[in-house]
């Protein structure tokens, strides 16, 4: 009965793959988002995505990209991986009108 | 968002209250303080939340001073588990918003044996 979930956990990956991030909430809530956190431990918002729009980060790179098949699923799609793309990377929803975001358990991205 | 300011680290005895301080002077009035926590490899947990009055759950109390300037948030009775890097977030009502929530580096809190 996870709230946000995550997968895979951990993913390690050459350079130059394509590769994907699954997140489900079963909250009911309407807004998702990415993170992604550091190796100096800093959380920096990615995006957001309700049922009307997607907002980017401007400095995120167009080498990712967030798919929503439906309101409870938000999906981070990185094409060409980078060094630099080796993150811990969090899911997250919430609901308008409310207080609380809840995280999902993070995925841990290598890039070797 | 305002700004906030928090200690970079504190320590606290196993058992004994952890009173965890935090500075947002430029705070407006529709701006709530919003207290996270991330255990190590976990993702961040929202602990508690207030706008004007002291507010009080299961996971801790929120003490918010009088013009509104600071805050501090009380774990009761530490324990091992409570160790963690504690963010005040002060922003307005956040559910849902667009920009989600700002992380700064929030204060490390090492609850000793």
């Known amino acids: 009965d996870t709230a946000v979930s995550q997968t895979p956990k951990y993913l390690v990956t050459q350079m130059g793959n394509d590769k994907s991030i699954k997140c489900e909430q079963n909250?009911?809530?309407?807004?998702m988002y990415w993170y992604k956190q550091d190796s100096k431990k800093f959380l920096k918002i990615m995006f957001s995505y309700n049922n009307k729009e997607l907002i980017i980060n401007e400095t995120v790179p167009n080498r990712f990209s967030p798919k929503s098949p439906d309101k409870a699923h938000l999906n981070l799609h990185i094409n060409s991986l980078e060094l630099g793309d080796s993150a811990v990377y969090f899911c997250?929803?919430?609901?308008?009108?409310?207080?609380?975001?809840?995280f999902g358990s993070g995925t841990r991205l290598t890039v070797v | 968002d305002a700004k906030t300011t928090q200690p970079p680290s504190m320590d606290c005895a196993e058992g004994r209250a952890a009173n965890l301080p935090c500075n947002h002077s430029?705070?407006?009035?529709?701006?709530?303080v919003y207290w996270y926590r991330q255990i190590h490899s976990q993702g961040p947990q929202y602990i508690i939340h207030?706008?004007?009055n002291n507010e009080t759950n299961e996971m801790a109390s929120l003490i918010i001073t009088e013009d509104r300037k600071s805050s501090t948030l009380i774990l009761p009775h530490a324990t091992l588990r409570d160790t963690a890097v504690y963010y005040c977030i002060v922003r307005v009502a956040s559910g849902g918003g667009a920009d989600g929530l700002t992380f700064g580096k929030g204060t490390h809190l090492i609850i000793q044996p």
């Open positions: 207030g706008l004007k």
């Open positions: 997250a929803s919430s609901q308008k009108g409310t207080h609380g975001y809840t």
């Open positions: 430029t705070i407006s009035g529709n701006e709530y």
């Open positions: 909250l009911g809530h309407d807004t």
